[in-house]
Each structure stands twice: as structure tokens, then as C-alpha cells.
């Protein structure tokens, strides 16, 4: 017998951030927050839009296993996370050094922290 659909698991193509001209327009038009293991570089877009995430990882955090795993946690913190968003943004998460051997909890904390700082995210009750 077959289950009930759950939520995706992963993010569809039209919701992930790919060309280098995205990338660029999120840096020279939006705005920055740095705090904990990640940046935070985003782009409100007009409502009805659909939110969108690229995610950065330089050669200065490791080797391919190391920024493969920063990638993933900021991934997974941004999908469990993503219906908080007040309002649709392009979104681009910088890994900084420090994300290096950390947990999903931990990631978690500093990303949830930057939408509270950059009031992006739901108001805390």
C-alpha cells in the first residue's frame, strides 16, 4: 500500500538560484548580514514570486567532502525553515570557516538568527 505524499525533501530546480547573473544581482542589489558559520546575501522580490536559494562554498573551508557537507546543512536549514519567510527573496547563503565541523542544530540557530536580525523571518512568539 502506498503513503500519503510527504513534503519534498528536496529543492526543485525553479526554487534554487544557478546562474552566476543571479548570483550578482542578489550581491550588487540586495542587502548582507554576516553572523555565526554564514552570510546571508538576499533580494526581496515582488509578492507572488516564488523564493529561491544559492548557496556558496569557497575552496578556503577544505577539500570537495568538507564544502559538499557545508552545502548540504545550509540546504537542509534552509528547506526546513522556508515557510517562515515573510516574504518571497532570493536568497544566498555564504559558508564561512567556522561552519566546519558543525551540527545541523548549530547551523540552524545562526541562519534562524539572521532572519530574526534581518526581519525576513516569522515574528517570534
Not at 513534503?7 to 538560484?17: G, I
Not at 525553515?81 to 570557516?97: F, G
Request: hydrophobic share 40%; aromatic share 4%.
Amino acid at each position: 500500500m502506498a503513503s500519503a505524499p510527504s513534503a519534498p525533501r528536496t529543492l526543485r530546480r525553479r526554487q534554487r538560484l544557478k546562474s552566476g547573473r543571479d548570483f550578482l544581482r542578489v550581491k550588487a542589489q540586495g542587502r548582507r548580514m554576516a553572523h555565526g558559520c554564514l552570510i546571508a546575501n538576499w533580494l526581496v522580490l515582488p509578492p507572488g514570486s516564488a523564493s529561491r536559494l544559492g548557496v556558496v562554498t569557497g575552496r578556503a573551508l577544505g577539500g570537495a567532502v568538507v564544502r559538499n557537507r557545508a552545502r548540504r546543512l545550509l540546504r537542509e536549514t534552509y528547506r526546513r525553515h522556508r515557510h517562515e519567510l515573510r516574504q518571497p527573496v532570493d536568497l544566498v547563503l555564504v559558508a564561512r570557516s567556522s561552519i566546519v565541523g558543525r551540527k545541523l542544530a548549530e547551523v540552524e540557530k545562526d541562519y534562524l538568527e539572521v532572519l530574526q536580525r534581518a526581519r525576513l523571518g516569522a515574528e517570534a512568539a
